[in-house]
């Protein structure tokens, strides 16, 4: 039985939510989450103001890209953007933390490479636009244990976003919570297709 690629996503979403939990704010009483979706046929990326108006829209589109932004206190706080390829060989889990100047401080990513059965975990400091590694740690997806030497020369090559202006959904960043919530969703076109 085969599953949608959105169906991986959620549920790959879902399990990569304990591995961030530790590097979301803890103001949940202060924290709100958006969801935001790549329409890659129409050149489209919409957002909505929750996971269950995302699930409850009918026209959504399935999508090989998801990104979570969480505010806190109406601040952008992390952007979490996943990716999972067409076949579902790989799924890509980047969680940037964003600083309170509003610039991107941290990426921490999880790369899972399912034929090899290894999840990769990256760490990059991000400072005037810049990436630097901090640290790589390759283990297997079925043990957990560490893997030594493991290389792949296509994961060096991914990129990393290194200023908040540079997601292709931006232009939606800086939508208000309420008009959000008021209309639904709000889509526009990938920054990419300029």
């Known amino acids: 039985m085969r599953i949608s690629i959105a169906v991986l996503l959620v549920l790959c979403a879902a399990s990569f939510a304990n591995w961030t939990r530790e590097l979301t704010p803890q103001y ?8 935001v979706l790549n329409n890659a046929k129409l050149g489209l990326w919409c957002i909505y103001p929750s996971e269950a108006r995302w699930k409850s829209d009918s026209e959504a589109p399935p999508t090989a890209s998801v990104a979570t932004l969480t505010t806190v206190g109406g601040i952008l706080a992390t952007i979490q953007l996943n990716e999972v390829d067409e076949a579902a060989d790989y799924m890509i889990f980047n969680h940037y933390m964003i600083g309170p100047d509003g610039e991107l401080q941290k990426l921490k990513r999880r790369v899972n490479f399912l034929p090899n059965d290894t999840a990769t975990t990256e760490e990059y400091a991000i400072r005037n636009g810049k990436a630097f590694k901090q640290g790589r740690v390759v283990r297997s997806l079925t043990t957990g244990k560490e893997i030594a030497n493991q290389q792949h020369d296509w994961l060096s090559k991914l990129p990393v976003i290194t200023r908040v202006r540079d997601f292709p959904f931006a232009s939606l ?3 208000k919570h309420e008009k959000l919530v008021e209309k639904g969703k709000i889509c526009t076109e990938s920054s990419e297709n300029h």
Request: glycine share 0%; charged share 35%; proline share 0%.
């Open 28 to 35: 949940k009483h202060e924290q709100e989450e958006v969801v």
């Open 173 to 175: 960043l800086n939508i």
